[in-house]
């Protein structure tokens, strides 16, 4: 049996299975990510609901997982040599687990690296401009009055919505025939402009008809159904 007690955050999140692996999260854009990724490469794990409403992200339990304050976050119970592993950043998380079951990565050092490349992209480019972006179109629309912030965000992520359009033409996945980390990354950003955000007529997604199949192709997958819903809100 796992002890995770030496970490202060299983006191305010206690680990009702600590043999698993033990997930602090939202359903947010990147929050989904990993319980994706813990679905498809059937992993078990406990969700933990941390709630934004009650700033928990902000509390000493939480900040003693990620200083950073920001989701998701994980500790493997059954990381390398057999130790505890704590990880946040969700691009690491996704590469941490990866390697861990040999699944969604490529194992070819090409392709390895090509993926890791798209995962990145969306690291640095696609998650803070579409982000960027919903906050002044539809969170702070009513606090400014400059049009120059929005129209920014509004470009890039047209831009950006440009490139994956382009590396999907005749690809059913950012790698090709196999889905992997990078599509994990992605289409949950392509949702969230498109549902939570309500900026597919703004952004113009019909002119990016490869993303809009390739997000349909993502959703129709059984395990990221179950992921889309981890830790649920009840
Ligand atoms: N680069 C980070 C970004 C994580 C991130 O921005 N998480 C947001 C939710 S999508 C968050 O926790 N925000 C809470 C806050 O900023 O207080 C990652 O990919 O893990």
């Given at each position: 049996?796992?002890?995770?007690?030496?970490?202060?955050?299983?006191?305010?999140?206690?680990?009702?299975?600590?043999?698993?692996?033990?997930?602090?999260?939202?359903?947010?854009?990147?929050?989904?990510?990993?319980?994706?990724?813990?679905?498809?490469?059937?992993?078990?794990?406990?969700?933990?609901?941390?709630?934004?409403?009650n700033?928990?992200?902000?509390t000493?339990e939480f900040?003693?997982?990620?200083?950073?304050?920001?989701?998701?976050?994980?500790?493997?119970?059954d990381g390398?040599?057999?130790?505890?592993?704590?990880?946040?950043?969700?691009?690491?998380?996704?590469?941490?687990?990866?390697e861990?079951?040999?699944?969604?990565l490529?194992?070819d050092?090409?392709?390895?690296?090509?993926?890791?490349?798209?995962l990145m992209?969306?690291?640095?480019?696609?998650?803070?401009?579409?982000?960027?972006?919903?906050?002044?179109?539809?969170?702070?629309?009513?606090k400014?009055?400059d049009?120059?912030p929005?129209?920014?965000?509004?470009?890039?992520?047209?831009r950006?919505?440009?490139?994956?359009?382009?590396?999907?033409?005749?690809r059913?996945?950012?790698?090709?025939?196999?889905?992997?980390?990078?599509?994990?990354?992605?289409?949950?950003?392509?949702?969230?402009?498109?549902?939570?955000y309500?900026?597919?007529?703004?952004?113009?997604?019909?002119?990016?008809?490869?993303?809009?199949?390739?997000?349909?192709?993502?959703?129709?997958r059984?395990?990221?159904?179950?992921g889309?819903?981890?830790?649920?809100?009840?």
């Amino acid at each position: 049996m796992s002890d995770l007690s030496n970490f202060p955050i299983t006191k305010r999140w206690p680990a009702a299975h600590p043999d698993r692996i033990q997930l602090y999260s939202l359903t947010t854009p990147n929050g989904v990510k990993v319980s994706i990724a813990l679905e498809e490469m059937e992993l078990p794990y406990e969700p933990h609901l941390v709630s934004f409403g009650n700033d928990d992200q902000m509390t000493p339990e939480f900040l003693s997982l990620n200083p950073n304050n920001k989701i998701p976050a994980i500790i493997d119970p059954d990381g390398p040599n057999g130790e505890p592993l704590p990880l946040f950043e969700s691009g690491a998380i996704l590469l941490y687990l990866a390697e861990k079951t040999g699944k969604l990565l490529p194992s070819d050092p090409s392709a390895r690296i090509e993926c890791i490349q798209w995962l990145m992209f969306q690291m640095g480019g696609v998650g803070p401009m579409f982000g960027q972006f919903g906050h002044f179109f539809k969170f702070a629309a009513d606090k400014i009055t400059d049009p120059y912030p929005t129209e920014r965000y509004l470009n890039e992520t047209r831009r950006l919505m440009s490139v994956m359009n382009g590396r999907l033409e005749g690809r059913d996945y950012i790698m090709g025939a196999d889905y992997s980390i990078a599509d994990i990354a992605t289409f949950p950003w392509i949702r969230t402009v498109v549902g939570f955000y309500e900026a597919g007529d703004t952004v113009g997604m019909n002119n990016y008809p490869n993303v809009v199949a390739y997000l349909e192709r993502c959703l129709a997958r059984p395990a990221v159904e179950r992921g889309l819903v981890q830790p649920s809100r009840d």
